[in-house]
């Protein structure tokens, strides 16, 4: 089964890749490297309303939020986690949340 998620995310790459369209250039600090990178249109956004969490996302962020579970499924490590904050993926946060991978319960 990991071959088959390493599959999926590999093709996830690529369709994340193709939805970012704009190029941009990036001068990297003390350096005179410059390089070019596709800008992301990745929206995510997490809201505690009164009685849920609202993660709302575009095609970009789902796919993206699709594309860290399979990573997380693929580490197969009990306890990995992944921060869903505004230090991470999302563009709007007020209610940060984690994804953690557990084994079945026993």
């Known amino acids: 089964m990991k ?3 390493n599959n999926i995310n590999q093709h996830l ?3 994340i890749d193709s939805l970012s369209t704009e ?3 990036i001068k990297l600090p003390n350096s005179n490297i410059e390089t070019l990178v596709k800008a ?3 929206y995510i956004s997490i809201t505690d309303s009164a009685d849920e969490i609202v993660l709302k996302a575009n095609t970009e962020g789902m796919l993206t939020l699709a594309q860290e579970l399979i990573k997380l499924c693929i580490s197969n490590i009990n306890g990995k986690h992944y921060h869903l904050d ?3 993926l999302a563009s709007e946060c007020n209610k940060p949340m984690v994804i953690t991978f557990v084994d079945l319960p026993k």
């Open 23 to 25: 190029t941009v250039s």
């Open 13 to 15: 790459n690529k369709i």
């Open 86 to 88: 505004e230090c991470g």
């Open 3 to 5: 071959e088959e998620l």
């Open 40 to 42: 992301s249109n990745c």
